[in-house]
């Protein structure tokens, strides 16, 4: 049977630079089956969903609603949810969670305060606390957004939990499902497709250790996409793994054509030439539809290290 994410991988589509964006990802479990909105289409309140909605949009904060791999039925309310928040922009990355009774309480938080990195918030009213076990594994699973979520995501997390793996949820929606199975790992929040448990065990180790896994990397959510796809050639051509190691700058240009400046933590900038293309034959850009598509890609054209007298200039 032929797939969005098989055609996808049998056409080699590139994999850099298609992560969703978000500076601040905020979590709440919801057991359950979900719709395709599933904000307002789950056993969440719907006018507490579209509420969500609105206090997060163009704050920079993305809401998604996770829960436990395995079966499910919901079997009435929880007595008390999980609920996660990450910042993932270099320099101020934090993971911090708490527990609700009541999901209500989550529109009390300031969700622009929580997109710039400030989670006092979230600590006061949630009484949240940092994180301290270990990277979480959001494994899309959403079978209502596209079956290839379903197809391949349900068995990855359940593969990882089986086998030990702590911190694995099933998430909602990540965007890109033609590269199911795809994941977020957080706190540092680089979204991976395409992926085997084998190679997230390796991920999620390497998180541990503060670093980051490249090979099958989406990009870093924090960054809009030309900047992902620069930050990862910058990775890519100077072998660097630290996770915080790297910042997009400076993105000059328009659609189609970006000059993307990539600075290191050490004093080191890069410019980094990306250019949306599309990419051919036309295929299915998901299977809920029949409408062909060329989806975009980042491609990146050129790379070169800037002095540092034409870093400060620019």
Known sequence: MSTCSTV???????IAGTAATATTWLLLEQPGPWGAKALTQSHLDPALGRALEAAAQGTGVRIALIRRPGRHADCGGLAERQVYVAHTIPGNVWLHAATVSDPQ?????????????????????????PHTGDPLALVCTNGKRDRCCALLGRPLAAELAASGVDGVWEVTHLGGHRFS????????????GRAQ??????????VQEGRIVVEGCRGNSAWERPGQAAEL?????????????LSVVRTDGAA?????????????????SVAQGTSAPPRPESCGTSVLGSPARMDVVALRELRTTTALAS
């Open 197 to 206: 448990a084998h190679a997230v065990k390796e991920v999620l180790h390497s």
């Open 181 to 192: 199975p795809t994941l977020l790992v957080l706190p540092y929040g680089y979204a991976y």
């Open 8 to 14: 996808s991988q049998d056409l080699d589509e590139p």
């Open 105 to 129: 309480h989550l529109l009390d938080l300031d969700f622009t305060a929580l997109g710039m990195g400030d989670h006092h918030t979230f600590d006061s009213v949630l009484q949240g606390q």
């Open 233 to 245: 050639a910058v990775r890519r051509a100077t072998g660097e793994a630290a996770a915080e190691a």
């Open 256 to 272: 189609l054509r970006w000059e993307v400046t990539v600075a290191h933590v050490d004093g080191r900038h890069w410019r980094v």
